[in-house]
């Protein structure tokens, strides 16, 4: 789904007497480093109490491109955002509280990217793997003469 139609589909699958899904039960990210064009997919678990039924609304992001938040539609989906904002970096617009949930509020990076470094942030945390990985290597090749 096109992120420019979220906003509008979240409201009418929790609106329409057919849908009524009126509780968002995760939402969640993959990360997807190889495709440049959507890097992200940002996943939606929703259910109806009254219908019984669930599913699943995925959208893929680009890395920098802003998302609209579904607090507005489903408030329970706040500390959700926040954790995918804290452990990918989505950008979620319009988000009441977008803070750090389970990482110190000075942590660099997003943990659960696939390129973040295995050792974590160490005391310098590169923008792009490549050149950490270019860096690590240096290393271990010093070490081995």
Known sequence: MPVAQIAAVTRHLRDAPDAAF???SDVTASDWPP????????????Y?????HRI????????NQPIPSATPVWPA?????REVWDLFGVNFTGHPDRRRILMPEDWQ???QRKDYPLEGPGELLMENPIDWLKLRQARDEADIE
């Open 22 to 24: 009126d509780f968002c």
């Open 35 to 46: 495709r440049t064009e959507a890097r992200f997919d940002v996943v939606y678990c929703l």
């Open 48 to 52: 109806s109490t009254r219908l019984r």
């Open 56 to 63: 699943r609304l995925k959208v893929r992001v680009a890395e």
């Open 77 to 81: 989906a706040d500390w959700l955002e």
């Open 109 to 111: 990076g997003f943990p």
